[in-house]
T-cell receptor, first 113, second 117 residues
Framework: AQSVTQLGSHVSVSEGALVLLRCNYSSSVPPYLFWYVQYPNQGLQLLLKYTSAATLVKGINGFEAEFKKSETSFHLTKPSAHMSDAAEYFCAAQTAAGNKLTFGGGTRVLVKP | DTAVSQTPKYLVTQMGNDKSIKCEQNLGHDTMYWYKQDSKKFLKIMFSYNNKELIINETVPNRFSPKSPDKAHLNLHINSLELGDSAVYFC????????????????FGPGTRLLVL
């Protein structure tokens, strides 16, 4: 069965520093991959998705993620953290169109002034 | 112009009661989902409907019964509520282009926070 692992349930970064959130998937067939963000008491908002057209995917709010098949990874990065980036981030995989999303455990990002 | 909406946003109820959560999407999507997010923020699929037909039914107690009156609505009815049902329930929707099996994005509602006392 498909599984998604996010390394680190909490990440603390200083404002202006690099944000790196790790995601690994387990699938012999590269799935569709997504990053969602959840702000406190809100729903999930799509940050970006992997479409197999390009391994480096750019999303909203300055985030990007790189798909690496050899490492079965889809890590999320942002060069310079902003206070407004404090939120919970979820990596998710989908093995086929119309299929369910399998989520990682989430990573809470804290941004220090 | 809300894409995926849920009602109510908050629901506080007693154990043993029966309650319903409603979901509507105005995106023209053909597939809708229910996810449960527990107190540790873990998200898991519960159900999925495509064109009003149940296509995913994970291991969920039969106290939970989804109903899809049309493609734009997917409601969740819960009988005999238990303390462990306390969670945030998210509705989502998506569209699949069958001819190309193009990748779809699931769009989520704001969630319904259920607290069972």
């Amino acid at each position: 069965a498909q599984s998604v692992t996010q390394l680190g349930s909490h990440v603390s970064v200083s404002e202006g520093a690099l944000v790196l959130l790790r995601c690994n998937y387990s699938s012999s067939v590269p799935p569709y991959l997504f990053w969602y963000v959840q702000y406190p008491n809100q729903g999930l908002q799509l940050l970006l998705k992997y479409t197999s057209a390009a391994t480096l995917v750019k999303g909203i709010n300055g985030f990007e993620a790189e798909f690496k098949k050899s490492e079965t990874s889809f890590h999320l990065t942002k060069p310079s953290a902003h206070m407004s980036d404090a939120a919970e981030y979820f990596c998710a995989a989908q093995t086929a169109a119309g299929n369910k999303l399998t989520f990682g455990g989430g990573t809470r990002v804290l941004v220090k002034p | 112009d809300t894409a995926v909406s849920q009602t109510p946003k908050y629901l506080v109820t007693q154990m043993g009661n029966d309650k319903s959560i409603k979901c509507e999407q105005n995106l023209g999507h053909d597939t809708m989902y229910w996810y449960k997010q527990d107190s540790k923020k873990f998200l898991k699929i519960m159900f999925s409907y495509n064109n009003k037909e149940l296509i995913i039914n994970e291991t969920v107690p039969n106290r939970f019964s989804p109903k899809s009156p049309d493609k734009a609505h997917l409601n969740l009815h819960i009988n005999s509520l238990e303390l462990g049902d306390s969670a945030v329930y998210f509705c989502a929707s998506s569209h699949v282009i069958r001819s190309t099996q193009d990748q779809e994005t699931q769009y989520f509602g704001p969630g319904t926070r259920l607290l069972v006392l």
